[in-house]
């Protein structure tokens, strides 16, 4: 089925530990997002990207890298995790020019920083 | 940048009746689009109604409306006929022209009791 897959789940990491965040989609979608949902403070966005090779932040982007190689994939990548990184993350895409078709999700992934 | 808020961390309806959740944003920008998007206990981000910002008319899917007034910036979402299956938790979404500024409230928690 097309869409946004996420890899893993679930996660936990001791601190300090480095870790990837999957993300692929098969829409063909230019744009690309991570966004990290925490109690009481909504969606927030870490970092996104507008095309292969082009990234940028957004509001919350310390402790964390991304590249965007293909079109397809958008890895999240903590570099030494700590405790403040355990939060839900959300992968999403949609296609630029045509944001009336809003974005697709991935289903999350659970990340448990000890 | 654009702000999305949702002033009701929590809300409930009984099973049938109708429930209204608000949401108000601020932006410089004369066109945008609006998003309603529902999360329930499995996470998913599930896109409930969207708003073209140059359309008059007010957006229907099914059991659910909206209110937008683009003077006030208020972008309001009507429930009819709550069912069981409403519960979750919804958010009031902000996405520019482009599609590469997207931006969430911080949701609000309903709850449909039987």
Known sequence: NAGVTQTPKFQVLKTGQSMTLQCAQDMNHEYMSWYRQDPGMGLRLIHYSVGAGITDQGEVPNGYNVSRSTTEDFPLRLLSAAPSQTSVYFCASSYLGQPWVSAFFGQGTRLTVV | ?114
């Open chain 2, 1 to 114: 940048a654009q702000t999305v808020t949702q002033s009701q961390p929590e809300m409930s309806v009984q099973e049938a009746e109708t429930v209204t959740l608000s949401c108000t944003y601020d932006t410089s920008e004369n066109n945008y689009y609006l998003f309603w998007y529902k999360q329930p206990p499995s996470r998913q981000m599930i896109l409930v109604i969207r708003q073209e910002a140059y359309k008059q008319q007010n957006a229907t899917e099914n059991r659910f409306s909206v209110n937008f007034q683009k003077a006030a910036k208020s972008f309001s979402l009507k429930i009819s006929d709550s069912q069981l299956g409403d519960t979750a938790m919804y958010f009031c979404a902000f996405m520019n022209l482009l599609g590469n500024q997207f931006y969430f409230g911080t949701g609000t928690s309903l709850t449909v009791i039987p």
